[in-house]
């Protein structure tokens, strides 16, 4: 299996513009997580959805920020307008399937930069 | 009170020895507790995850589980300079499907 799959993997912009972040969770997996890193306050949960459904949203910082998740294969998570205060590395994750079902996998992240 | 706690470290121990990493939760409902490897500029990956009071072991990899005290530790054996990485205590909390990690404990092992 390909694993979570992110992109992009750097994104550099200024402030007030628009990001949208992207993920593909492991086939078959049917929980979404979008997390957020910094050294300040770790890995923090924004969002997570459960076939394709948002079901709890209150880590996710403010009206700025979204997430979608369209199909079973495909998320996003939207920052508009973006700060630099939103500066961190933004993972998503997915569990599910056949097993052990309550294992969350990793994606290799996305680094943001807001200038 | 943080829902995890990690001592962040740095936890320095020479190589070949064993390093305890520690872990405590306060969520006395949480049944799945994990731990997690994360080296510098990679994302979390899973090392272990453990359900019942007790040890469980997987080379040389050891979680300790102890509900009662809400206490979760990992023993690394024969600890190599590839081990050196950040550990995530995680655990699942409100009963739900939200995973509540540590801020992690930095591990280095020495030559």
């Known amino acids: 299996d390909a694993g979570v799959i992110q992109s992009p993997r750097h994104e550099v912009t200024e402030m007030g513009q628009e990001v949208t972040l992207r993920c593909k969770p492991i086939?078959?997996?049917?929980?979404l997580f979008w997390y957020r890193q910094t050294m300040m306050r770790g890995l923090e949960l924004l969002i997570y959805f459960n076939n394709n459904v948002p079901i709890d949203d209150s880590g996710m910082p403010e009206d700025r920020f979204s997430a979608k998740m369209p199909n079973a294969s495909f998320s996003t998570l939207k920052i508009q307008p973006s700060e630099p205060r939103d500066s961190a590395v933004y993972f998503c994750a997915s569990r599910g399937g056949q097993g052990n079902t309550d294992t969350q996998y990793f994606g290799p992240g996305t680094r943001l930069t807001v200038l | 009170q943080k829902e995890v706690e990690q001592n962040s470290g740095p936890l320095s121990v020479p190589e070949g020895a064993i390093a305890s990493l520690n872990c405590t939760y306060s969520d006395r409902v949480s049944q799945s507790f994990f731990w997690y490897r994360q080296y510098s500029g990679k994302s979390p990956e899973l090392i272990m995850s453990?359900?019942?009071?007790g040890d469980k072991e997987d080379g040389r990899f050891t979680a300790q589980l102890n509900k009662a005290s809400q206490y979760v530790s990992l023993l690394i054996r024969d600890s190599q300079p590839s081990d050196s990485a950040t550990y995530l205590c995680a655990v699942y909390t409100g009963g739900g499907n939200k995973l509540t990690f540590g801020t992690g404990t930095q591990l280095k092992v020495e030559l």
């Open positions: 453990i359900y019942s009071n």
């Open positions: 086939s078959g997996h049917d929980y």
